[in-house]
Nanobody, 122 residues
């Protein structure tokens, strides 16, 4: 069992930066791949980024590649999403999730956080 709690969301101007954190409980955190997804009003939840359990491989949606960076600290049971050069279209609720292996598909993830709101003003 893994419980996830996101933090770090907020209101930022276009071009600004935010760092989201996802704190996990459970001693098996380091064995899970971790992903970030987002959901804007009226839209489906979409993949943003993912990282393997060892941080050996990183995956990004094309829309955020070069602007966002995912990382994890297994000693702290935490995964991060650094978001730079934010755009109004990045506005969404951001969720972290845990899965046995990396996937671009939300349904593959077993555990989810409650989400944190990111709002980018123009």
């Amino acid at each position: 069992q893994v419980q996830l709690v996101e933090s770090g969301g907020g209101l930022v101007q276009a071009g600004g930066s935010l760092r989201l954190s996802c704190a996990a409980s459970g001693r098996t955190f380091s064995s899970y791949a971790m992903g970030w997804f987002r959901q804007a009003p009226g839209k489906e939840r979409e993949f943003v980024a993912a990282i393997t359990w060892s941080s050996g491989r990183l995956y990004y949606a094309d829309s955020v590649k070069g602007r966002f960076a995912i990382s994890r600290d297994n000693a702290k049971n935490t995964v991060y999403l650094l978001m730079n050069s934010l755009k109004p279209e990045d506005t969404a609720v951001y969720y972290c999730a845990a899965a046995p292996a990396v996937s671009y598909t939300a349904t593959f993830y077993n555990y989810w956080g409650q989400g944190t709101q990111v709002t980018v003003s123009s």
